[in-house]
């Protein structure tokens, strides 16, 4: 049964109870506690589980953050890492959602979700994995996603504590990054943005 379903569910990088009754309306889902039990697939969170055997890169804990609360795009830290801004690497994946502010420690790794208002789920691009897809902020949002939730940075000296590198923050698009700036309609943001134009021109 496990082998027949496996092959069944080879595109599958997740699945569900529903995602298998798909497939075997009859499933017992008694099965899926024996299959952990053996070591043939592993809980990730609530109802969503993958096989033992599937490739745990950066590329699928970026996916399972867009599942496991949804509807979320890996943004923030994780995202300031991915595109060289930070130096260093993240521990925990960091997701902008509309649900509220929260966070799951999982068996694969730590994830954390900032809720944003509605108007500003945006500004995120999708990028291919199998037969799914990532949703991940571009770095302009990714920029205005931190500075937004981040109220404490109140001068430019913030800015050389957080180690933003400059030749990495050359590649974004100032006219895009303009564009979301105004789709935010913040005051606050639009005063941290003046010190981080400053500090780019440092």
Same mark, same amino acid.
């Given at each position: 049964?496990?082998?027949?379903?496996?092959?069944?569910?080879?595109?599958? =990088?997740?699945?569900?109870?529903?995602?298998?009754? &798909?497939?075997?309306?009859?499933?017992?889902?008694?099965?899926?506690?024996?299959?952990?039990?053996?070591?043939?697939?592993?809980?990730?969170?609530?109802?969503?589980?993958?096989?033992?055997?599937?490739?745990?890169?950066?590329?699928?804990?970026?996916?399972?953050?867009?599942?496991?609360?949804?509807?979320?795009?890996?943004?923030?830290?994780?995202?300031?890492?991915? +595109?060289? =801004? =930070?130096?260093?690497?993240?521990?925990?994946? @960091?997701?902008?959602?509309?649900?509220?502010?929260?966070?799951?420690?999982?068996?694969?790794?730590?994830?954390?979700?900032?809720?944003?208002?509605? &108007?500003?789920?945006?500004?995120?691009?999708?990028?291919?994995?199998?037969?799914?897809?990532? &949703?991940?902020? @571009?770095?302009?949002?990714?920029?205005?996603?931190?500075?937004?939730?981040?109220?404490?940075?109140?001068?430019?000296?913030?800015?050389?504590?957080?180690?933003?590198?400059? =030749?990495?923050?050359?590649?974004?698009?100032?006219?895009?990054?303009?564009? +979301?700036?105004?789709?935010?309609?913040? &005051?606050?943001?639009?005063?941290?943005?003046?010190?981080?134009? @400053?500090?780019?021109?440092?």
């Amino acid at each position: 049964m496990f082998l027949t379903l496996k092959n069944t569910l080879k595109d599958f =990088i997740v699945f569900t109870p529903n995602d298998i009754r &798909k497939f075997f309306p009859d499933f017992d889902n008694k099965n899926l506690v024996n299959w952990q039990q053996k070591g043939y697939i592993k809980r990730i969170r609530n109802n969503y589980y993958c096989f033992s055997d599937t490739e745990k890169s950066e590329d699928f804990l970026f996916y399972l953050a867009n599942v496991i609360y949804h509807p979320s795009y890996v943004s923030l830290e994780s995202a300031l890492s991915f +595109y060289g =801004i =930070i130096p260093e690497g993240v521990f925990t994946v @960091t997701s902008i959602s509309t649900l509220k502010t929260n966070s799951f420690q999982t068996d694969f790794t730590s994830f954390s979700y900032r809720n944003v208002k509605p &108007k500003l789920y945006f500004g995120y691009r999708l990028i291919p994995i199998q037969h799914q897809t990532i &949703k991940f902020a @571009t770095v302009e949002k990714t920029i205005l996603d931190y500075l937004y939730l981040n109220p404490h940075i109140n001068a430019v000296n913030d800015f050389e504590a957080l180690r933003w590198n400059k =030749i990495a923050l050359s590649d974004i698009n100032p006219l895009l990054l303009v564009d +979301y700036l105004k789709l935010f309609d913040s &005051k606050a943001l639009n005063e941290r943005f003046t010190l981080f134009k @400053t500090y780019l021109d440092a």
